[in-house]
């Protein structure tokens, strides 16, 4: 399972975007899958995760405001995004573990696999 992202973009202060994970591999299924970011100048940081059974976490500048979901088919995670503010601006990662709902899931060694990232902009 090799993530990829895409949906990154350039939005004003208020706005909503949403960023999309999905597998080049093999289907999501039975993965853990989760977004981090990193802000421009700062270290890479836990946003939202959602485990297998489709139960969500959330980081607490972001609870809210984002919603992390998966489809049916389990091909792609998103990440909704409203009332995006300038602090919201970072590369955007998607990243899966393979336990399926790892109670470690803000912690980055966990993850089996990571994507290359979509730029989020947000402008006031």
């Known amino acids: 399972v090799q993530p990829v992202e895409s949906g990154g973009g350039e939005v004003q202060a208020g706005e909503s975007l949403t960023v999309s994970c999905v597998s080049s591999?093999?289907?999501?299924?039975?993965?853990?899958v989760a977004w981090f970011r990193r802000p421009p100048g700062k270290v890479r940081e836990f946003v939202a995760f959602?485990?297998?059974?489709?139960?969500?976490y959330y980081a607490d500048t972001v609870k809210d405001r984002f919603t992390i979901s998966r489809n049916n088919a389990e091909t792609t995670v998103t990440l909704q995004m409203n009332s995006l503010n300038s602090e919201d601006t970072a590369v955007y990662y998607c990243?899966?573990?393979?336990?399926?709902?790892?109670?470690?899931?803000?912690?980055?060694?966990?993850?089996?696999?990571w994507g290359r990232g979509t730029q989020v902009t947000v402008t006031s």
């Open positions: 990243a899966v573990e393979r336990s399926g709902g790892s109670i470690l899931h803000r912690e980055e060694r966990i993850y089996d696999a």
């Open positions: 591999g093999r289907p999501f299924t039975n993965y853990g």
């Open positions: 959602i485990t297998e059974r489709r139960i969500t």
